[in-house]
Each structure stands twice: as structure tokens, then as C-alpha cells.
């Protein structure tokens, strides 16, 4: 089973400021990487596909990239609308697995 | 616009059984690989269960290998998960969601979940 493990758990972040989120793999996965954003009470919601598509909604301030083993989540200008959970999650291998979630909030 | 909205949720004492369901709509449900994914309160996302679109590919996650069992009726538009055998441990919201196209097994549609309690 693959597993990811993503960093930091917690991210304290002020408005307008950049967060960087971390995925990494404990095998190579190539490309296959996807991004989910969750808000509670809410079904997560498709970011990324691909390590590096944005999902159709999304702004260009969401910026993702990587392959192999080593993959980031970019938010360049941190909105109120982004303090959520991010997961990642590899759809390479069999079982298909998520990280444990990093949360954003605001600092 | 996409659809899905489940159904079965409830509580269930340890050792029980129960049906979840998802009704799709707004897309070709035949052609989409479909899955349930899973969250403990509190917890992270757990993908528990794969169909592909005619239902000749399945897959599950080991911690309910043997007594989930996930199904589909194309002709009703429904994703069905039977999940026997229940644990404490099975409690979660599970989703509903639909995969963009085999072999791209991640979830560009999603649910709004229904809740599994299994508790004496």
C-alpha cells in the first residue's frame, strides 16, 4: 500500500499571506496525484488532478506540482474562502490512498 | 449538472448489516467508474470501494475486504454499498463518488454523505 504522508498537519496562515502544503509519497506515483479541499460540514471537493491540474472553480492563486514521490500544494495569496483541510490522494496503486489532511487556518 | 445524493445511512448495532445507496444524476452514469469513500468523525478521507462502469472491475480497501460488497444497477442510475459484518470501527460518513474516467481513479464528483453509526 502506498502511503502519504502530508506536512505540516496544521498550517497558521494570515490573510494575503502564501502557504505551501506538502505531499510525499512512499513510492513513486508518477503524475497520479490529486488535491482535495474540505470544509466542515461539507463533501470534499476536487482541486487538482494530474499533481499539477487545477479543477474546474478554482483560481489561479491554487498552484500544484511534482511527480515521483514529492508533491506541493501552492496558495499565493491566502483568502478567507481558503481556510479549509487539504488532502492528497494517489490513484497510481491499488488500494487508492489519502493523506492524513493538512489544516489551514487562519493565524 | 452532476448529482449524487445518498441514502441508507442509520444505526446499526455490532455485527449488523446495512445497505448504503446513491442515486446519480446529470451525467452517463453507465460509462463512470464509481466509489465510496469514507470519514470517521473527526478523521481523515478513507477510499473504501471501486465499480467500474459495467461493473466487471471492483475493488476494495483491505479494511472491508470480505464483508462490503459494492454494486451497481445502470439501468436505475444507483451505486449501491452492502456492508455486512459491521464494526464500531465502520462508523463514518460515506460518499458517494464518481470517478472522471478509468484508469483515472480519483473523484471529480462528490456527495453531500450519509451517516453510518454502529453502536449497541
Known amino acids: 500500500e502506498i502511503v502519504l504522508t502530508q506536512s505540516p498537519a496544521t498550517l497558521s496562515v494570515s490573510p494575503g499571506e502564501?502557504?505551501?502544503?506538502?505531499?510525499?509519497?512512499?513510492?513513486?506515483?508518477?503524475?497520479?496525484?490529486?488535491?482535495?479541499?474540505?470544509?466542515?460540514?461539507?463533501?470534499?471537493?476536487?482541486?487538482?488532478?494530474?499533481?499539477?491540474t487545477r479543477a474546474t472553480g478554482f483560481p489561479a492563486r491554487f498552484s500544484a506540482s511534482g511527480s515521483g514521490t514529492e508533491f506541493t500544494l501552492t496558495i499565493s495569496s491566502l483568502q478567507s474562502e481558503d481556510f479549509a483541510f487539504y488532502y492528497c490522494q494517489q490513484?497510481?496503486?491499488?488500494?487508492?490512498?489519502?493523506?492524513?489532511?493538512?489544516?489551514?487556518?487562519i493565524k | 449538472e452532476v448529482q449524487l445524493l445518498e441514502s441508507g445511512g442509520a444505526l446499526v448495532q455490532p455485527g449488523g448489516s446495512l445497505t448504503l445507496s446513491c442515486a446519480a444524476s446529470g451525467?452517463?452514469?453507465?460509462?463512470?467508474?464509481?466509489?465510496?469513500?469514507?470519514?470517521?468523525?473527526?478523521?481523515?478521507?478513507?477510499?473504501?470501494?471501486?465499480?467500474?462502469?459495467?461493473?466487471?472491475?471492483?475493488?476494495y480497501a483491505d479494511s472491508v475486504k470480505g464483508r462490503f460488497t459494492i454494486s451497481r444497477d445502470n439501468s436505475k442510475n444507483t451505486l449501491y454499498l452492502q456492508m455486512n459484518s459491521l464494526?464500531?470501527?465502520d462508523t463514518?460518513?460515506?460518499y458517494c463518488a464518481k470517478g472522471p474516467h478509468w484508469p483515472n481513479n480519483y473523484f471529480d464528483d462528490w456527495g453531500q454523505g450519509t451517516l453510518a453509526t454502529v453502536s449497541s
Request: charged share 10%; aromatic share 14%.
Open chain 2, 87 to 89: 464494526r464500531a470501527e
Open chain 2, 92 to 94: 463514518a460518513v460515506y
Open chain 1, 91 to 105: 490513484y497510481n496503486n491499488w488500494p487508492l490512498t489519502f493523506g492524513g489532511g493538512t489544516k489551514v487556518e
Open chain 1, 18 to 52: 502564501r502557504a505551501t502544503l506538502s505531499c510525499r509519497a512512499s513510492q513513486s506515483i508518477s503524475s497520479s496525484l490529486a488535491w482535495y479541499q474540505q470544509k466542515p460540514g461539507q463533501a470534499p471537493r476536487l482541486l487538482v488532478y494530474g499533481a499539477s
Open chain 2, 27 to 59: 451525467f452517463s452514469f453507465s460509462i463512470h467508474a464509481m466509489n465510496w469513500v469514507r470519514q470517521a468523525p473527526g478523521k481523515g478521507l478513507e477510499w473504501v470501494s471501486v465499480i467500474s462502469g459495467s461493473g466487471n472491475s471492483i475493488y
